[in-house]
């Protein structure tokens, strides 16, 4: 280095290391070497130094206060990330259930209908079908179940009968007025004695399109127990039922009170818990 | 009771132990945050910003030199400090020569000066600190911790979590910088700082 401002940045580190004696060894003997043909240099470590005593020379000043914590200070805030972790859940939770009903509504119950239309009499085609099954059909398409009973009543209903029935569920999406129309004219003519399977079918599902298979269940019902051998005639009840299967597909994308009410209570959870938050971040600061 | 115990005390929550260390180490790090800040309100409220967060994340302590964990808070509460203030720039420059007049300046805590000597000192404090505000805020945490409160470069390292070959390069840069801006403060430097006509050994 020759001249004073031009000393580059590698030579105003080493000087500054050197100044702490946190050179290496070789590196400080080299440097003390130029140091003694470089005045230049010398002046450098000399400002540099001059600058350091000055540094340290600034005075402590006593704190203005005590930093002691008061319990109050630390405990007003511990609630703060809890709620801050409460409501992401209940957020998270809240986009995820309204997420899967929005989307299971929209297609993925119709193909499920179809699966398990599929799958229940297939298994057991002349018996009555397996109650698991059953099960998984009232909960899903109770519409369902009361006509897989029908064909297992009817002992050996073809199977194409049900994958008609299953068939003409899929495509349907909107409500129609006539199943409703329907569901009134048979519900008057429905059997309070026939109607304990479908009693609890209807408050599963919760919903008018229900009905007709309902009522489709009730004739099912008093088929098997009188145990009338059913032929042509079960045949035809069975298409009779394909047309009323409209409705079935129209149920699925019903929303269950239990979902709903998740629904609700979610998203009432996740605003209070999002108001708690912000007046506990407002009270930190 | 010493430190190690109260650490381990205060880790299990217990306040008081941890009000005990904040005792013994709100001097230094209100005084680095002081120095830092340039405004003694504002040092202040990053010293207890800084000791509620030691508090609160005393946990993840996992040994060490518990002065350098302190003061990377300390030093992170003054980056917080400083960005609030920029973003609501209220700085009172006089607040500290007010307040270092009274607590006790260099000027003042030598009853032996006489006024003149003592306002010289002042003007030499403020003068230093005013080139300390000059600095990049990561350049003038770096030249505080060393050259103020007499940190090795490993401590310092630690205070800022960078590695110690930065913490040299920046700290080279500061004296540079600090230097140049002393400069211009010639006539306010004592005999035995100044560096203009300083005689080459």
Known sequence: MSQQGQMSAREAEQLSAYLDGRLERSEAARLEARLKQDPQLRLELQELRATVRLLSSLPQIRAPRSFTIQPRTVGRRTGYPLLQLGTALATLSFVVVVGADLLGGQGAQPAQLADQLLAAPAAQPGAAAEAPALDQSLELVPEATPAAEAAAGAEGAPEDNLLAQAESAVPTGTPQPEALKYRAGEDETAEPGTTESAAGVTAAAGDAADAPSVTEADRAAQLQASGEQVGEEGLEEMNLAAPEGEPIGEAAPRVSPLLRGAEIGLGATAIVLGVLTVRARRRQS | ?201
């Open chain 2, 1 to 201: 009771m010493d430190e190690p115990a109260l650490i381990d005390a205060a880790q299990r929550g217990e306040l008081d132990a941890f009000n005990r260390l904040v005792l013994q180490y709100q001097e230094l790090a209100f005084n680095v945050a002081l120095r830092v800040m340039g405004e003694e309100a504002a040092a202040a409220d990053a010293t207890q910003e800084a000791f509620i967060s030691a508090y609160r994340s005393l946990r993840g302590y996992r040994g060490g030199s518990f002065r350098s964990w302190l003061l990377r808070i300390v030093t992170n509460a003054c980056y917080d400090e400083l960005r609030r203030r920029k973003r609501r720039p209220a700085v009172s420059l006089e607040a500290l020569i007010e307040d270092s007049e009274v607590e006790g300046s260099i000027g003042s805590t030598n009853p032996a000066d006489n006024p003149e000597t003592a306002a010289q000192r002042h003007e030499l404090i403020d003068a230093i600190q005013d080139c300390l505000k000059g600095l990049a805020p990561e350049f003038r945490i770096v030249a505080v911790l060393v050259d103020v409160q007499g940190l090795d470069y490993d401590e310092a390292a630690q205070s800022i979590g960078k590695p110690l070959g930065t913490v040299k390069s920046r700290l080279a840069r500061a004296r540079a910088k600090l230097r140049d801006c002393l400069k211009a403060y010639g006539e306010l430097l004592p005999a035995e700082f100044r560096l203009q006509n300083e005689a080459v050994p």
